[in-house]
């Protein structure tokens, strides 16, 4: 199995945990910036952590939750019961140096998307209202999307999140295309993770992540619930007829921007539709 694909630990508790440390690889020698964890909370269950030297974004994937940060209490929040609704999720953004929590109302999952923080945003609810809702592409490269917390929306530090559903027999973050360069303004350095569900759970994906030269190419069958790790190079995605794709994004890096160029090899396909990745 490749070192870029992670697969839960069980279906209970936190059965994802990436960060900076555990990312690392022969695949991914350089990784320093997103982390990534899931929670699945049955109800009534809680739990909390600290930020450290980190800012987070908390993202109610499902399910009810009652969420507290920096000793401000937000109540319950969140209303889809199943991604595949495609209704907005309610998020949280929490500061390095603080703290959340996060009790259960029904059963839930939780996505907590980390990043080096710098002080520079307070804690705050990231309601429905606050994130837009577009779509990309044409034809089998028509995709739905909705940017959490984009560069446009001034609310983090170093995080950029997104959220997007891929219908099925459709391709996303295509045409391949890639931000591994720090050369603002024409490409910034991002690592990026793909947290993947299927619907109906039991299908999967593909994504393949490689670099012009191929010295990393890596193509990955993607279960529900596994999440593909992006240290660099392009990173296209398909869904089989039958399944529909959801993918959690999380970027971070350098700088809090996204800046990529599609692989030269499939420019035309930009070309001649006029909507890129």
Not at 77 to 95: A, H, Q, W
Not at 116 to 122: E, L
Request: net charge negative; aromatic share 10%; hydrophobic share 35%.
């Amino acid at each position: 199995m490749s070192s870029l694909l992670v697969k839960p630990t069980g279906t209970s508790g936190k059965v994802i945990d990436i960060t900076p440390q555990s990312a690392k690889s022969d695949l991914a020698p350089d990784w320093a910036y997103v982390g990534f964890a899931i929670h699945h909370l049955a109800a009534g269950d809680t739990t909390s952590e600290a930020t450290g030297d980190r800012e987070a974004i908390i993202v109610i994937v499902d399910g009810k939750v009652e969420l507290a940060a920096g000793g401000q209490e937000f109540g319950e929040c969140g209303d889809r019961m199943s991604v595949f609704e495609k209704k907005k999720p309610t998020c949280l953004y929490v500061p390095n140096g603080s703290n959340w929590s996060a009790t259960a109302i029904t059963q839930c999952t939780i996505a907590v998307c980390t990043a080096p923080g710098k002080s520079g945003h307070p804690v705050r609810l990231i309601t429905p209202a606050d994130i837009g809702d577009e779509t990309r592409g044409t034809g089998a490269n028509t995709r739905h999307i909705h940017p959490i917390a984009m560069e446009e929306f001034d609310v983090a530090d170093s995080l950029l999140v997104t959220e997007v559903w891929t219908p099925q027999g459709n391709w996303s973050s295509y045409p391949p295309h890639r931000h591994d360069e720090d050369d603002f303004p024409r490409m910034t350095y991002l690592e990026e993770t793909y947290y993947h569900r299927l619907n109906p759970s039991q299908g999967f994906g593909f994504q393949r992540v490689f670099t012009d030269d191929r010295s990393l190419d890596e193509t990955m069958a993607v279960s529900d619930g596994e999440v593909v790790l992006v240290p660099k190079g392009h990173h296209p995605c398909g869904a089989p007829y039958g399944y529909d794709m959801y993918y959690l994004n999380v970027m971070a890096g350098p700088m809090r921007k996204w800046r990529f160029e599609n692989h030269p090899d499939h420019e035309w396909i930009v070309e001649r539709d006029g909507k890129n990745a």
